[in-house]
């Protein structure tokens, strides 16, 4: 699609200092298809999202004497329904964890580059979910699995492509990687679905971190 028809993505940035702000906030708007608004509070963040349409929130996950779980909660609860992409310049792994129970679609290492971050937000609003590799690897050892008389749901084939949906792989590339067609990845995905009770990818994230770390 063309730069020009390509749908605007609303944008809420939330974050706490006022450098890093302005300067992604700038960055961002660069981007034809982006529409930023920033702010530097939880409160401040809230308020937007009562008054305006955003479509995904960037988020930093250290905001002062609070953290970014209470502000997804928050959100959640007066109904905002778009993505949360937490981007930070660390968080531990219960914290990650937490967060992914939580309901976020990512997490997005402040070290990256500003190009990467916006392919990270178009990945999340594709329907992807967006986890640095390490962090994602550390938190699911550190989860305790359920007795392997639950974890025995999964047949081998969508335990793999699970794995897949971990590493934020489109199911393009999954398809290529177990060697079928889109058509025929859409099966196990499905099943993936059914059975865990979910709808999205993000979810599919926190069932695999709560339940299954040791099948992948």
Same mark, same amino acid.
């Given at each position: ?154 047949? $081998? ?33 499905? $099943? ?18 709560? $339940? ?5």
């Amino acid at each position: 699609m063309p730069e020009s028809m390509e749908q605007t993505i609303e944008i809420l940035l939330v974050d706490d200092h006022t450098l890093f702000r302005e300067g992604v906030s700038r960055l961002l708007g660069t981007e034809p298809a982006f529409k930023v608004v920033a702010c530097g509070s939880i409160k401040e963040a809230l308020a937007v999202l009562r008054q305006r349409q955003i479509d995904i929130v960037l988020l930093d996950f250290d905001l002062g004497q609070r953290d970014g779980t209470r502000f997804v909660r928050l959100a959640k609860e007066q109904g905002f329904g778009g993505k949360i992409l937490v981007v930070t310049a660390g968080v531990e792994e219960r914290e990650a964890a937490e967060l992914i129970r939580c309901g976020i679609s990512g997490i997005f290492m402040k070290h990256n580059s500003a190009a990467l971050l916006g392919q990270g937000i178009r990945d999340v609003m594709a329907g992807k979910v967006w986890f640095d590799q390490e962090l994602l690897q550390a938190t699911m050892h550190g989860s305790a699995p359920l007795p392997e008389s639950q974890s025995e749901r999964f047949t $081998q084939r969508e335990r793999q492509v699970l794995s897949y949906v971990l590493e934020g792989l489109a199911n393009k590339e999954i398809a290529a990687r177990i060697g079928v067609s889109e058509a025929r990845l859409r099966q196990p995905l499905q $099943q993936l679905f059914s059975k865990t009770g979910v709808h999205t990818r993000g979810q599919l994230v926190r069932i695999a971190l709560e $339940q299954y770390n040791d099948q992948l």
